[in-house]
């Protein structure tokens, strides 16, 4: 088998490329090919070694396929000291991503170039390690504590130019990055440059109390995981003992995470994430519509987020409301949200700007004639989504996608509103819908191939992350929540209260506990939908008489200052003693005994409702697999992704 690393020797520069598609992973064969050829470069006449990559991208890191299996030589860490302990000078020329162990490779370097739009980043904490080729060590000697704290602990990578002030990169190449990074080592020799071994730099002054600051402010953003704290001792020990000792230290905490639940579950998480992509009985070749143009129909809560969903991929947009004035109001907010995004400095205003311009406004359907992409996102209500759909058919050109944003309706009666029902199917975003990144893409029982396979690949362009369900009530994440909510109630009535609940489940690393996203949302809402069933379709009272009461006692949540808590004017809850008499009243009067509940017992409990509900998605068949819920969950209702999604953690969890 041919090697997936080259040497080549051009003119006096030895050439090391590593090519090892689709992102040049450090696999075993990888790194034995660096290895091999730094050996070759050590007997003949290259005065240099410059290491590229082929393809999209620099080396992107480790190959994660390889973690969990035993460890094959040469190790990583290991191969790193032996490039930088060369005796040639070493340059690493970067374009695309150079992540993780790739960048820790860049890092072994003498000296780093890349071209402008490249990115370098040590994600490994979102995989629930740390930098375990001697990242931790060599990045604060060349950028100093701060920055490789905030590079490392964040797991976000910085672009060429932020890099490059920060130290991490020495030059940046315009043009042609082989050609640019040949010339620039030879520029390196002739000037004479000083080879410098990262691992030999002192680590820069600091102060001595950023360790502390940087754990007690990760204990709250990162509440509950492990690898963040990890980073900070092991850049605390690089700036207190020599290299040697500070690798040594890495490696032993990199293999106690390696071996550690956490990362087990982050690992999972990220191929879940990629395996969700893939529809298993999509035809490989099918060949996809073209989106270039969308509109939204309804401009409240919704349909202002997908509006600027698309707008910020570069997607023009006409946002259909009912009249003139829902149509302003539903602009104003868009507004709002656009001023608040570059008031908090997460888009530049120029960007904004540009954004904004993509999303028009209409009242009148004939506008939709030739858009390639409709999303319906008007009340929930299966009469008015039909009608819509009935005049979507009337005025839209042929071939183009009809989709609702509906959280419980049925799909395919939405579609037979249609004479195209092959073109329908559902995209269910999550609220606020510019920001979350779940996207369920609901496909109808009519559903056309190509149809589906262009919403997945579009949801990559609009940066969701798409997860395939089949049409049931509440297809696969508001399905979950029904059981979950209900086993809350249950809870409270046997004894415990909410704050309790709440707290045992943020512990446990939601991001919001039960009771707090109820009030968030609004009883009402539950209320409302309720008052629609039969005594039997609402099922066990103890299940929702608790809401009801509070409800009918005008406390609606949030909004109304009060629901299961009292709110102030800055909406910070306060438990209620009302609330937990009305509690204790309605567990008397349905003949609950109430006991001492553990917090344990409330998290297995919520996430056991998950998970039953989950195996039974599973097999009929709404969801495509386990992981796939995981995905749902994590990012469409904040479960902990260090615990890889209710379904991984059930797994983990029964051994
Ligand atoms: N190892 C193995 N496979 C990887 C991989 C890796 N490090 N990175 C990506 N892949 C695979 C993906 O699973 C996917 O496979 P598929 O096509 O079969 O689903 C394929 O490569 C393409 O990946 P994406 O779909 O994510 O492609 P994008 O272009 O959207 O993104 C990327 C590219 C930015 C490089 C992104 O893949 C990424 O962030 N990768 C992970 C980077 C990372 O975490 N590196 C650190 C690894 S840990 C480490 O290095 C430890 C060291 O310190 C010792
Ligand atoms: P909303 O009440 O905020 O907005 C609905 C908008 O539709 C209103 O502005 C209304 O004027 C407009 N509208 C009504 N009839 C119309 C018509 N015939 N033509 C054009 N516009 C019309 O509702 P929201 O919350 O945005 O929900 C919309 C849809 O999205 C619902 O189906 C809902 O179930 C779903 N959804 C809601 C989520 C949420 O958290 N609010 C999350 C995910 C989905």
Redesign the pocket.
Known sequence: MSSPVKYTLTGNIGVVTVDNP??N?LSHAVRQGLLDAFETAAGDASEALLLVCEGR?FI??????EFGQPPQEPF?PDLCDRMEASDKLFVAAIHG?A???GF?VALSADYRCAVPSAKVGL??V??G?L???G?TQRTPRLAGVDAALQLMTSGKPIPAAMAKEAGLVDEIIEGDLVDGALTYVQKLLDDNAPRRSTSALDVPEHDAAIFDQFRAVLGKKARGQVAPQAIVDCVEKAAATPYEEGVAYERQRFMELMGGDQSKALRHFF?AE?AAAKVDDLPRDVELRNVESVAVIGGGTMGGGIAMTFANAGIPVTLVEISDEALERGLAIIDRNYAGSVKRGKLSEDKAAACRALISGATDYSQLADVDLVIEAVFENLNLKKEIFAKLDDVCKDGAILATNTSYQDVNEIAAATKRPQDVLGLHFFSPAHIMKLLEVVRGEKTADDVLATCMKLAKRIRKVPVVAGVCYGFIGNRMLQPYAQQTQLLLLEGATPEQVDTAMENFGMAMGPLRVFDLAGLDVGYKAREALSEEEKGDPAGYRVPDLLVEAGRLGQKSGSGFYSYDENRKPTPDPEVHKMIEDTASELGIKRRDISDDEIVERLVGALVDEGHKIIDEGIAQRASDIDVVYVYGYGFPAFRGGPMFHASLTAG
């Open positions: 689709p992102v992973a991208t992107a890191g480790a190959d994660i396929s990583l991503t992540l993780g162990g820790e994600p490994e979102m995989l390690l930098p375990g080729a990242g191929f990629r």
